[in-house]
């Protein structure tokens, strides 16, 4: 059964661009901190560690996101 019979692909398309949009925002924040040199002076360490885990989960997220609607698109 092909997978456009049992979802709504514009509506999982718009739901993907939608977590793409969160995503973003996330990424953007966590680049802020960590390019504000009173953050990185200030913060400890795990914290810092853990600002930039969580960098790297959100851009793998986002591309794994990004691989999904591009496959919905064929």
Known sequence: MPLGDSIDLSLEKKRLAGEIEK???EITSC???LSNPDFMTKAK???IEEMQERLTVFIDTKMKIQQALERLAT
Do not use: G, I, Y
């Open 31 to 33: 680049q802020k901190k």
């Open 23 to 25: 995503l973003d925002k």
């Open 45 to 47: 360490p795990e914290v």
